[in-house]
């Protein structure tokens, strides 16, 4: 059966430009699950991500829109290693070469969606066998030209005066204009659909043909794209896989701030860490590493989960005072609700 695992308060403070070392070790140490500070007080709050965030989240930007262009979801085998001081002029030289062919590839579709269309235009009219300008450009005969369910039996009758041109589905009839109410009524009688008539000249099967051909052309140059990305996908896959994890830590790393709370001079970073962790020296002491003034601490659990900055001016002022330290971090722990009889617990 699962269970929720047991937690313990734990606080670490320093002077703020201590701060990126800091975060930096927490991340190694992977046991520290942060409160966010959402900067409700007036002396601390929200601090502002680290100087190097825009550039690695740029750059994160960058390398998932190359996996997505290249279609690269998982790892293939043999996973890559990168070291992200190296990835910026390697990632825009990738964004450059696959964006050009990417852009290639989308003129390709949008030709042949364009092509696709205009063959479809063009074959009921292929089918009749009239040059395209018969059908426009007069002023007393009124045309219908156009898609229809049923054979045209009985409509010489019904429009003596027309002339009617007809290939299977399709239908064309040409009637002087004061008959064309009745020759819209009677050609609706076939389930008559309208068609516009295309753009250009001469024979519409020369057209069609044309078209046909510009398809097969086009059709050839993006499969050509396609085959380029393709090599391109077998080529970096690995390589876009493992530079967008390193540059999501390093994003995250340098967008924690955002979550910690700080004032002028000082930070204080507020979390849970598991109660039945053992004890880690050497990750105490690579907090510590980060310089002489940064402390840690922990707490009792306390019946809120929350730490707000407002109850810990004294630490961060003197956080470079581990007897005042103590002594703020004493009151702290008597002016709130505790669940175990623990004391402070100081490294």
Known sequence: ????????????????????????????MQV???VDHHGEDETFHIGKPLPQAGALSEYLVKLRSV?????????????ESVKVEDLSGKVVS????????DAARKKAEALLGDIDRRIEELRPF?????????????????????RAQKESIGLDTSLPKAEVFEAP???????????????????????FTQLDIPAGEGSPKALLDTTVADREKWKGRLEEIQGRLDKLREKYAAFVVAAEEALEVEVEKAEAPLRIAVSDHSFVVDGWIPADAPEEPEARQTVRDAGPAVFDAQLPRAGSDALSARGVPDLLR?????RRI????LRLRDDRPVQTPQGLRLP
Request: a positive charge.
């Open 67 to 79: 996996a997505s262009i290249l279609g690269v979801e998982t790892a293939p085998k043999g996973a």
């Open 126 to 146: 292929a089918a009749l066998g009239l040059p395209l300008e018969r059908y426009r450009g007069y002023d007393t005969i009124a045309v219908f030209v156009g």
């Open 169 to 191: 589905g399709v239908l064309a009839v040409f009637v002087p204009k004061d008959l064309s109410d009745q020759a819209q009524s009677v050609v609706s009688g076939f389930g």
């Open 94 to 101: 990738l964004e450059l070469s696959i964006t050009e062919e």
């Open 1 to 28: 059966m699962l269970r929720p695992e047991r937690m313990v308060r734990a606080i670490i403070a320093g002077p703020r430009d201590k701060l990126p070392a800091v975060i930096e070790s927490l991340h190694k």
């Open 318 to 322: 003197v956080h470079d005072r581990r």
């Open 32 to 34: 520290l699950h942060i």
């Open 326 to 329: 103590r002594r703020a971090l």
